[in-house]
């Protein structure tokens, strides 16, 4: 089972990066597939750059070019659930697009294809989230310095499932976030990248699954700490949580 892993940001593939052996490194359209295995396990891992149309041509890619058997994507992103705090995981149940509005009172069905919620597949987002938790339990506080936990308030991080929407911009306002809280049932988080990536994914038929570690309210205070946070919290959670999913692999 080769398993195509992206992220958007440098800071958030990191980590996996430096751990990949790279067996073949291709650079097509600007984006670097690097093939190899990771934690043992034959994966392609691309950084997909920021934004619906980057995820979205980065994973129609992946999938021609390297035909993975699933694909995960992994980053941050803006918590709007209740109860919600910097360091939680979300792991998507299904995705939507926030920012389509083709002006026929359709809300946030994509033109054509008749869509507004993309599902993630079950199995792999099931597995995925049991591999979170056990890294919650046993990885986080020996990865992430103490210093860091305490300046990003991380004591006892979660994980839920739930729906993330995503659009080509940064939720900074409390207005925003809960306009979106209101038009979207169960909305957990908000991104950028992961519907988009849905969408391809549904498109080709290949299993998807979105795993987003919070880290901002997406209201005013949103810029406050994200590099930091992407740079000295984020990337380990996502490490974590991807080892122990290919580790759980048979
Ligand atoms: N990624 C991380 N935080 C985000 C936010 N507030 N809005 C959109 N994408 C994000």
Known sequence: MKIGIICAMQEEIELLSQDIQTENSLTIAGRTFLEGRLYGKPVVLVRSRIGKVAAASTAT??????????????????????GLHTGDIVVADRLIQHDVDTGTGNGFKIPQLNMDYFPTDPALSERLISAVKQYIQNGFTHDIPAQYLEEFGISAPKAVVGTIASGDQFICSKEKNQWLAEQIENLQCVEMEGAAVSQVCYEFGVPHAVI????????????????SFIEHAACHFTRGGIKAFLESEQ
């Open 212 to 227: 987003r570690v919070i880290s901002d309210g997406a209201d005013d205070a949103s810029s406050v700490n994200f590099d």
């Open 61 to 82: 890619t992946l999938i021609d070019r390297f035909h993975p058997d699933c694909i995960i994507f992994c980053g941050t992103a803006g918590g709007i659930g209740k």
